[in-house]
């Protein structure tokens, strides 16, 4: 039985994916400030839950009394705003979130991770290409594939990888802020607004979390043993 450790495990991907490794019979430690939000994805599965911060170092190292054979790191967040309106606060917490918080989770990971061991950085399409009004959140993502890539060639001698799954559009909670932050910026209707949103997809539709855990699960399995550094683009053809 696999040990595998999900942060961000209360919504969206996050719990998508720690069902479907639970569900398959991998031993599952969730991480995320709020423990509702945890319980609920456990739903009775059997889960660890454990509250705590990515960006709180101390937290992050808590997490890792015991080696993990599979890490994701998950947890991320983003506001859309223009550059020229953005606070350094703003600022540095999109890059406290997305890039220090992956940064912590694999720096702890690493440490008693043996061989075969799976590291997976849920990044984004924003790793592979720049977007108007989400500077801080494309930076704080490219940092992420820039890390996975430097990591993987760290560990690689080691027998463990370490890639990135890059989604654009995800119908989840956070796509629907997408859309309704859309849809209230141009006086739109909701439906107008997530097909602008999904207007870079050759598919012209949001992707199924089930689809982005399909990609993470595949990166898991022994089947990528010789997939290394790699950002797997779950997009549809954007990228």
């Not at 509702?36 to 911060?53: H, I």
């Not at 080691?158 to 909670?173: E, H, K, L, Q, Y």
Request: glycine residues 12%.
């Amino acid at each position: 039985m696999r040990q595998v450790l999900i942060t961000g495990g209360g919504s969206g991907i996050g719990r998508a994916t720690a069902r479907a490794f639970s569900d398959a019979g991998d031993a599952v430690t969730i991480t995320g400030r709020r423990e509702e939000a945890l319980r609920e994805t456990d739903g009775g599965r059997g889960m660890t839950c454990v509250t705590g911060d990515v960006t709180n170092e101390a937290d992050v190292a808590a997490w890792f009394a015991q080696p993990f054979d599979v890490v994701i790191a998950n947890a991320g967040a983003g506001t859309p705003t223009k550059l020229r309106d953005m606070s350094l606060e703003q600022w540095n917490d999109t890059l406290s979130v997305n890039l220090t918080g992956t940064f912590l989770t694999f720096r702890a990971a690493v440490q008693e991770m043996q061989t075969g061991g799976r590291l997976i950085a849920i990044a984004s399409t924003a790793s592979l290409q720049g977007g108007p009004n989400i500077s801080a959140y494309v930076a704080a993502k490219h940092g992420v594939l820039g890390l996975v890539r430097a990591l993987a060639q760290e560990v690689a001698r080691s027998g463990i990888t370490c890639n990135a799954v890059c989604p654009g559009f995800v119908d989840t909670d956070m796509g629907a802020a997408a859309v309704d932050a859309v849809s209230k910026r141009f006086s739109i209707s909701a439906d107008d607004a997530e097909a602008r949103i999904v207007s870079g997809n050759p598919m012209r539709r949001m992707i199924r979390t089930e689809e982005v855990v399909a990609a993470v699960q595949f990166l898991a399995s022994e089947g990528a043993s010789m997939v290394n550094g790699h950002a797997l683009s779950v997009s549809g053809g954007e990228i």
